[in-house]
T-cell receptor
């Protein structure tokens, strides 16, 4: 079946560093991927998305990279700030589905 | 727009009790979803709806029911609460544009079954 998973459950970085959060997916038919940020006690918030016909997409301080060959997705956060501390989830929306499949999440801890 | 709203924010139930978790969105989204999130885990899809009058099961539907009589509302019903249903419940809504879909989440309902 389809699944989305993450390599690292917790990532600790210093303020100002660049952060990279990784995600593996198994459904090769997935054509759309999303990164969500979830702060403590809140619902997930959309960060950035990417379609399978792209390998890179940039937002404000964030970049998502997609490697379809190895079914790998990453989220890069530039100049990480304490406000970036949260749990980050990747999710995939398989072709033809209305359902997102979420990974288990990576906790990002940013130290001042 | 208020976005996606959920009530209540927190509830304690006794085993066997029933309750309805309310969800509403004012963005005119066709798609709505219910997820549960257990501590330290990702979200699991309970039920979803692609429009008023249409619902379908997700990954973990047992013990839950839903209805979608209007575009705006998507209540989740627990008929016989069990300790295994202790979790945080998130409602979400979305639209599809050019094959892309962004789900907007509510603030969640924390449920404790004792």
């Amino acid at each position: 079946g389809e699944s989305v998973g993450l390599h690292l459950p917790t990532l600790s970085v210093q303020e100002g560093d660049n952060s990279i959060i990784n995600c593996a997916y198994s459904n090769s038919a997935s054509d759309y991927f999303i990164w969500y940020k979830q702060e403590s006690g809140k619902g997930p918030q959309f960060i950035i998305d990417i379609r399978s016909n792209m390998d890179k997409r940039q937002g404000q301080r964030v970049t998502v990279l997609l490697n379809k060959t190895v079914k790998h997705l990453s989220l890069q956060i530039a100049a990480t700030q304490p406000g970036d501390s949260a749990v980050y989830f990747c999710a995939e929306n398989g072709a033809g589905f209305q359902k997102l499949v979420f990974g288990t999440g990576t906790r990002l801890l940013v130290s001042p | 727009n208020a976005g996606v709203t959920q009530t209540p924010k927190f509830r304690i139930l006794k085993i066997g009790q029933s309750m309805t978790l309310q969800c509403a969105q004012d963005m005119n989204h066709n798609y709505m979803y219910w997820y549960r999130q257990d501590p330290g885990m990702g979200l699991k899809l309970i039920y979803y709806s692609v429009g008023a009058g249409i619902t379908d099961k997700g990954e973990v539907p047992n013990g839950y029911n839903v209805s979608r009589s209007t575009t705006e509302d998507f209540p989740l019903r627990l008929e016989l609460a069990a300790p295994s249903q202790t979790s945080v419940y998130f409602c979400a809504s979305s639209y599809r544009q050019s094959g892309q879909e962004t789900q907007y989440f509510g603030p969640g309902t924390r449920l404790l079954v004792l």
